[in-house]
């Protein structure tokens, strides 16, 4: 792999706006290329190199944050009110800026339900819950704000200290059965390697601004649990029937068990030359088992 330094530049500075589990994943990886990095939080950090934006709160970085910024990554969900934080506080300071990039994550959510089928960027957008309607319209901001967007939709995002090894631990897991139902998902390391790979070729592959970064193989949450149990070397307990245990979910497990997509990758790994590390949760899930 060409360095990121070689093939970007060492003067770019980039900000990580919302360093949470793929934002600080993200800034860690880059670091390593050489390349300054600053990262958000909503509260104080020790890290030199952190400082605080908080749009509930209306805290903002300040002018020396965003002097000689040249690329940003977004990693904030809509606030409560279904607005985009950055852009509802930051967007003419960004304008202001002279950005080469601004990476958005975004979520596959705004596909809506697909009863199983396999969904990619050129279909139609059919988000069945307010938090996706909500997503579609920061995704439609970002796009109409006239910065230099890519929007990468991402499913369910796991990786080394957030996976089903951890929601096990804390005795936490339900073995829930329902018909047919997949999921799809992506380790946190596959989404910074795939937009590292972007910006390294931005000169030489056609310009996508909408991308999914999912894994090969959209699977039921049966399997990826029963293969968890299967490394820890334990018995997996009885699954329940969803049907059975609906009601007792909160709305939001609800929700996630209402949809049933699976998300193409081809974009990204036949058109545009992207090599999964972790093509399947198999790949992945011995990455967090190792890493435990
Ligand atoms: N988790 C998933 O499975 C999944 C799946 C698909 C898409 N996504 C989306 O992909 C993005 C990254 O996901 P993630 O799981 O890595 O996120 P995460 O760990 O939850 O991190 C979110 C970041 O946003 C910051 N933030 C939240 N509200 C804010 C506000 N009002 N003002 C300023 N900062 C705010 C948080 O600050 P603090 O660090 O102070 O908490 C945190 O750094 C998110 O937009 C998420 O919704 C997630």
Redesign the pocket.
């Known amino acids: 792999m060409k360095t990121l330094a070689s093939s970007i530049g060492t003067k770019n500075k980039f900000l990580i706006l ?6 600080s994943f993200f800034a860690k990886t880059i670091r390593k290329f050489g390349c300054v990095t600053l990262t ?4 104080e950090k020790k890290d030199p190199n952190s400082f605080i ?4 709160k209306n805290i903002y970085p300040n002018q020396k944050i965003f002097d000689g910024v040249t690329h940003i990554l977004s ?3 809509p ?1 409560r009110n279904g607005n985009d ?1 950055v852009l509802s506080r930051l967007k003419n300071k960004l304008l202001s800026l002279s950005l080469e990039w601004v990476g958005y ?3 596959t959510g705004v596909y809506g339900n697909t009863k199983g089928d396999w969904v990619s960027e050129i279909d139609q957008p059919n988000p069945c819950q307010k938090r996706s309607q909500n997503r579609l319209n920061c995704e439609k901001e970002w796009i109409e704000s006239g910065l230099p967007v890519q929007i990468f939709r ?4 796991y990786g080394p200290g957030r996976s089903t090894f951890e929601t096990i631990r804390k005795e936490k897991v339900r073995v829930i059965l329902k018909k047919d139902q997949v999921f799809s998902r992506i380790h946190v390391a596959d989404i910074t390697n795939a937009i590292i790979y972007l910006l390294q070729n931005k000169n030489t592959l056609k310009f996508h601004q909408i991308i999914n970064i999912a894994d090969d193989e959209p699977c039921s949450q049966i399997d990826v649990i029963q293969y968890c149990y299967n490394l820890l070397g334990s018995k997996m307990p009885n699954p329940i029937f969803f049907e059975d245990l609906k009601n007792e979910l909160s709305p939001i497990a609800q929700s996630f068990w209402m949809e049933n997509r699976r998300v193409s990758n081809k974009l990204l790994c036949e058109t545009l030359g992207y090599k999964l590390i972790y093509e399947n949760y198999k790949a992945g899930l011995k990455d967090c088992f190792w890493k435990m």
């Open positions: 919302g360093c949470g589990f793929s934002g958000s939080s909503r509260s934006f908080d749009s509930d990693c904030i969900p606030d934080p994550l975004s979520t991402l499913p369910g995002i």
